[in-house]
């Protein structure tokens, strides 16, 4: 007598289907997705000039905060969040990750500043964007949109951080709260400086995320394409 094959529930079927649809490959094209969307429609504004507003709203009330103390610590803040701090990072975690993981990993985490640095000037010579007048005062002689701190600061810490997560070494709490965080802080420190417009950081916060979905979409690509553990472990010599 055989025994009959369970059938499995409407609700378990969808559960199953909606599993093997949200991948890590759905939330790549969704955060692409919404990073291009939000910063090609900034950037229309940006090139009309309708963005004063906002610029002018946001700038006025951080210019209304600033005291000697507050401008200090800001100013330590980006300085860690330099486009020069952030490439020093992702090569110092492109080392340990070539070490450890492979130099396939390891060019990803790199890959990500030096694209970020790419996109943000050329960006910024299309614009042509002044900056506000505080830029003067610290001797910021590049163009505003988008920030090119933001940028960076969004492009590796997010990439990392997705990579750490994805390797295990970090949980997605922490990745999402540290990889979250410290381009927000970067890009904060920008408005109090009054170096930058709101519409530079955000642009240059959307521009990062872009290129931290890019970087995880050539890490998951890798990933699928790299032998199993067991199978390197097995290729090793023995001593």
């Known amino acids: 007598m055989t025994t009959p094959e369970p059938r499995f529930s409407r609700r378990q079927w969808a559960l199953g289907w909606l599993k093997k649809l949200v991948t890590y490959w759905t939330l790549i094209a969704v955060v692409t997705a919404i990073a291009l969307f939000i910063f090609a429609d900034l950037g229309e504004d940006v090139a009309h000039k309708s963005t004063g507003w906002l610029d ?14 507050l401008y200090k610590i800001a100013y330590a803040f980006t300085w860690i969040g330099s486009p020069e701090v952030m490439l020093l990072i992702a090569f110092v975690a492109a080392v340990l990750f070539y070490r450890s993981r492979g130099r396939r ?11 970020g640095g790419v996109l943000s000037t050329g960006v910024k010579l299309l614009y042509g964007r ?8 610290l001797n910021e002689k590049t ?11 969004a ?3 997010v990439t990392l951080c997705y990579i750490l997560a994805r390797e295990k070494i970090i949980s ?32 240059g916060w959307m521009a990062g995320l872009f290129i931290a979905a890019v970087s995880a979409a050539l890490y998951e690509r890798l990933r699928s394409s790299a032998p199993p553990a067991d199978a390197i472990e ?6």
């Open 56 to 69: 002018n709203a946001v700038r006025g009330w951080f210019l209304g905060h600033q005291n000697p103390f």
């Open 105 to 115: 990993k390891a060019g990803v985490v790199i890959a990500a500043p030096a694209a």
């Open 130 to 137: 002044a900056r506000p007048a505080g830029a003067t005062v």
């Open 143 to 153: 163009f505003s949109f988008p920030s090119g701190h933001s940028t960076m600061a």
């Open 155 to 157: 492009a590796v810490m």
């Open 172 to 203: 997605w709490p922490a990745a999402i709260v540290i990889g979250g965080l410290v381009p927000l802080v970067i890009g904060l420190t920008r408005l109090y400086l009054d170096v930058h417009w709101a519409t530079d950081v955000i642009g």
């Open 234 to 239: 097995a290729a090793k010599p023995t001593a």
